[in-house]
């Protein structure tokens, strides 16, 4: 994550805050000290810990120097003189409150040090997530949206979802109706037992519009405060290839079986049209033309019926006859011309 260099600007507010601060605690230490004699450092304590808030260790530290020659100059004996220290006990007093500044100084470049690297990790943290194609939302122990990456930010404002920030997670399951409902209620309760510790995680695969994806929820704890992970992954694509093979394995079932029947039945019906061409050479040709004719029509519309039956290469459902049960569309399932006899068939 790219940080902005520090201008001359920066590198002088420290100092200007310490500056100010110890300027004025002096004016209210003057006004304060007949009522807090013999000391008024906690006042300049005071200034020592706002330049130390605001501009760090060396603002502290310039504060705490400042503090020093005027707590000396217009407090201590004698008054407007440096390091006269008419009374001795006033140098361990001197002593304690440099150390006690120095330490508050330090606390506060330590407590800086803390913020500025936890920001640096949300940002770390807020980039990664960003990073990730799958939509990502963390939700507290009510259910609502604390975080969510970009990838969900951008579905949402493609009118995907409202759920934004500070939003209801599970109001949309919740809402969900029609065919997608019961889906919707089950990922709505798992993630709720999620929220509610009786299980560490949860997934489901739920239709979102056109598509499916998959929805996980896993749950993690920080200072005894309920936080769940949520991510959305886009699936569509793996449940179509999936259900092009089971179609696919489907297809090559019907196939095998198609071809074997195919082998079985050619066998015999040869030996029928070998004997229905002995049978016509034998008998006179008006009969044969009046009794044969259709026993060999249906023996070419058998012979049809084979070749498509070893030449499938999708699978149909037959919707000519809707009250019988689900039954294969041979001519919808196999390229080629139309069966000899067919027409006159339904």
Partial sequence: MSTRAPTLLDTLVPYGVAVVAVGLALPVALATWPLTQPTVSPVFLAAVMVAAWVGGLRGGLLATALALLALD?????????????????????????????????????????????????????????????????????????????????????????????????????????????????????????????????????????????????????????????????DVTERRRAEEAER????????????????????????????????????VAEELARARLRPAFDAVDRISGIVARMANITELRVSERRPTLPEMLDLRGSSPGPPDKGASANP
């Fill in 73 to 233: 100059y217009f407090f201590l004996e004698p008054v407007h003189a440096l390091f006269g220290f008419a009374r001795h006990e006033d140098v361990p007093r001197l002593v304690v409150f440099v150390l006690v500044a120095v330490l508050i100084s330090w606390l506060n470049a330590a407590r800086q040090r803390a913020t500025v690297v936890l920001e640096e990790s949300r940002g770390f943290l807020q980039s990664t997530l960003d990073s990730l194609t799958a939509r990502i939302a963390i939700i507290d122990g009510r259910g609502t949206i604390v975080a969510v990456n970009d990838a969900w930010r951008r579905f949402a404002a493609a009118g995907g979802g409202p759920r934004a920030v500070g939003s209801d997670y599970l109001s949309a399951y919740d809402a969900a109706f029609g065919e997608a409902a019961a889906t919707a209620r089950a990922a709505a309760a798992g993630i709720r037992a999620v929220l509610e510790r009786r299980r560490d995680t949860f997934s489901v695969e739920v239709p979102e519009g056109q598509g499916w994806f998959a929805v996980r929820a896993t749950r993690f704890e920080r200072d005894g405060e309920v936080r769940v992970v949520v991510a959305h992954e």
């Fill in 247 to 282: 179609t696919a394995e489907a297809l090559r079932s019907v196939a095998r079986l198609a071809v074997a029947a195919a082998h079985e039945i050619n066998n015999p019906l040869a030996v029928i049209r070998g004997n229905l061409d002995l049978i016509g050479g034998q």
